[in-house]
């Protein structure tokens, strides 16, 4: 069974600019989450999708972050545009269940200079 | 006040110890308690998780949640050098409605041979 997929890995962006990070579930999980690590704090949740609905975005920072499912596979998370306390490591997770037993992709890791 | 707390460490053992994690929470509400590990540059792994107070072992492993205290811990028993990773706990309210986790900060663990 494939795993969570992100893509890139890494992407430096300036200040100004638009960043699109794609998280890729596991086939048939119809739950994703995103959630974000800024350095030296705690992994926090950004938002919830069931197939292509937003279930819960109450972690998402403002209005410069637009999540998307299409078709309730992959999601993109555009930051538009980036600020420097934008940086940090993004990651996605599915699930089959609203519960536990997520599993997280490796992560997109994101400096804005 | 963090809803999660964790002792960030890092915490450094020779192979072979006991190790003892732990986390408090704030939220009463919490009923599904997760512990993750996280090798650099990858994802969160769920290593097991608890629904509601009690213990559950899986191999050198035991999981113990004191809702009373709101306190859960993970030990881990004769650890070896491939133990040393982060170890994230993370706690749900098991609500139908979202699948957000509340994450500790992690605890760096390192087993030297």
């Known amino acids: 069974e494939a795993g969570v997929t992100q893509f890139p890995s890494h992407s430096v962006i300036e200040k100004g600019q638009t960043v699109t990070l794609r998280c890729d579930p596991i086939?048939?999980?119809?739950?994703l989450y995103w959630y974000r690590r800024v350095m030296g704090k705690e992994i926090k949740f950004l938002l919830h999708f069931v197939k292509e609905s937003k279930q819960d975005e109450s972690g998402m920072p403002n209005n410069r972050f637009l999540a998307e499912r299409t078709g309730g596979t992959y999601s993109t998370l555009k930051v538009q545009p980036a600020e420097l306390e934008d940086s940090g490591v993004y990651f996605c997770?599915?699930?089959?269940?609203?519960?536990?037993?997520?599993?997280f992709g490796s992560g997109t890791r994101l400096t804005v200079v | 006040q963090k809803e999660v707390e964790q002792d960030p460490g890092p915490l450094s053992v020779p192979e072979g110890a006991i190790v003892s994690l732990n986390c408090t929470y704030s939220n009463s509400a919490f009923q599904y308690f997760m512990w993750y590990r996280q090798y650099s540059r990858k994802g969160p792994e769920l290593l097991m998780y608890?629904?509601?107070?009690g213990n559950k072992e899986d191999g050198r492993f035991t999981a113990q949640v004191d809702k009373s205290s709101k306190y859960i811990s993970l030990f881990i028993r004769d650890s070896q050098p491939s133990d040393s990773a982060t170890y994230l706990c993370a706690m749900s309210e098991g609500s139908s409605n979202t699948g957000k986790l509340i994450f500790g900060q992690g605890t760096t663990l390192q087993v030297k041979p």
């Open positions: 608890t629904y509601s107070s």
């Open positions: 997770a599915s699930s089959q269940t609203t519960v536990y037993g997520y599993t």
């Open positions: 086939s048939g999980h119809d739950n």
